[in-house]
């Protein structure tokens, strides 16, 4: 599994962004779809995810603000980050399982300046 990322880049607080995610190779129904970040001197955390059965999960931090939309044909996942914050500045990393595997996406950096 190949994961290509976009998105990202520096915004304003309470601006936006669009994180995507494309997965490719030999695959078929992805499992767990998903979008951590690392902050410096943080450890990688989870932000969101969707499952197989499109439920969704979301760290508390970003509820109300984030939303994160799966589509299954394409294999792609996308967080769409509203409101943003200064403190959502990290590396944001693309997640997906395939048969109870990890695989990781390249980082993208999000920057919010207040």
């Known amino acids: 599994v190949q994961l290509q990322a976009s998105g990202g880049g520096s915004v304003l607080a309470g601006g936006s962004l669009r994180l995507s995610c494309a997965a490719s190779?030999?695959?078929?129904?992805?499992?767990?779809m998903g979008w951590f970040r690392q902050a410096p001197g943080q450890q990688r955390e989870l932000v969101a995810r969707t499952s197989s059965a499109d439920r969704s999960t979301y760290a508390d931090s970003v509820k109300d603000r984030f939303t994160i939309s799966r589509d299954n044909a394409k294999n792609t996942v996308t967080l769409q980050m509203n409101n943003l914050k200064p403190e959502d500045t990290a590396v944001y990393y693309c997640?997906?399982?395939?048969?109870?595997?990890?695989?990781w996406g390249q980082g993208t950096q999000v920057t919010v300046s207040s």
């Open positions: 997640n997906v399982v395939y048969l109870l595997r990890d695989y």
């Open positions: 190779g030999n695959i078929y129904n992805l499992n767990s």
